[in-house]
């Protein structure tokens, strides 16, 4: 499970052209493919793809699509698994811009607007990459990665510069009101969302946080909908999916525990015993002996 923007940071793929802690400019570049890599994002990303097919799943299972000269706007706190596909025989280059809700409310402060509309926030916004969208990174990477100038005010204005252009570029108030609605409280409905996602490799803070509850919240939210604790609850639906995927017996203990939300072997290990009796292996032997003698 990656967290981004931090596990980006020590990455050898990705360069940091300014950074305020998790306010940042990055430049993700690479050669050969990246698939199925699992994330969610801690803060709003901007993502401009220079080369190369950026390719995303939701918790939804929407396809999402970005191709050179396009880029993509996600909201923070969307799961999602990715591909980046570099252009044959050449890279995949890319260049996120994460910032958080002050930048917003900084944009507003710094911008005339009309009214702007409280419906329902869009999963995402996809447009080109303008003429002036294109200078403006080129200019970006061109000054500040290579004078390394990191500092955070000029971070705060090279992006509210690009919310700026991109509300330029989108006069019909759709910018306007993306940005809006990503400051309101957004609450998903946990018993959908739990039966869902139970099987990702998250902790209960990152559902509290995808569901847009504190953990307090979410913990009395939790118990309404399913009369018991998040972590009892999904000990119990990840290993009753363990018990089903193993009795096929088509994939291995290790396997499984990561298909089922389990990072760690060994205590998937633990915690299956703990339910069957028996460890993975054994299961899987104790069935595969009873399958012989009928």
Not at 214 to 238: G, H, I, V
């Amino acid at each position: 499970m990656i967290l981004l923007p931090q596990r980006l940071f020590d990455s050898p793929q990705v360069s940091t052209i300014l950074r305020d802690g998790n306010v940042c400019i990055l430049r993700k570049s690479l050669t050969e493919n990246i698939v199925q890599r699992e994330g969610y994002i801690s803060n709003h990303v901007i993502s401009m793809v220079l080369s190369g097919e950026q390719q995303l799943r939701t918790y939804e299972g929407k396809v999402i699509k970005v191709r050179t000269g396009e880029l993509l706007f996600i909201p923070r706190g969307v799961y999602y698994v990715t591909d980046l596909l570099p252009e044959k025989g050449g890279n995949f280059e890319s260049v996120l811009f994460y910032f958080n809700d002050d930048m917003i409310r900084e944009f507003f402060t710094n911008t005339t607007v009309k009214e702007v509309t409280r419906e329902k926030v869009p999963e995402y916004l996809k447009f080109p990459i303008t003429a002036p969208l294109k200078s403006f990174v080129e200019a970006t990477l061109q000054i500040y990665e290579q004078h390394r100038l990191r500092t955070k005010g000029v971070l705060e204005l090279k992006i509210l510069e690009l919310l700026l252009l991109l509300n330029h570029q989108n006069g019909d108030q759709t910018f306007a009101n993306f940005l809006f609605r990503l400051t309101l409280p957004k609450k998903r409905n946990i018993k959908s969302f739990m039966k869902e996602n139970y099987d990702k490799p998250l902790k209960v803070e990152d559902y509290a946080y995808l569901t847009g509850r504190s953990m307090s919240t979410f913990r009395r939210d939790f118990k309404a909908y399913f009369d018991t604790t998040p972590q009892q609850w999904l000990k119990e639906q990840r290993l009753e999916k363990a018990l089903i995927l193993l009795s096929k017996q088509e994939m291995s203990v290790t396997e499984v525990a990561y298909e089922v939300g389990y990072e760690n072997i060994s205590y998937f290990i633990r915690a299956f015993k703990d339910k069957a009796g028996l460890s993975p292996k054994q299961y899987m032997l104790a069935l595969h002996r009873n399958n012989l003698k009928h």
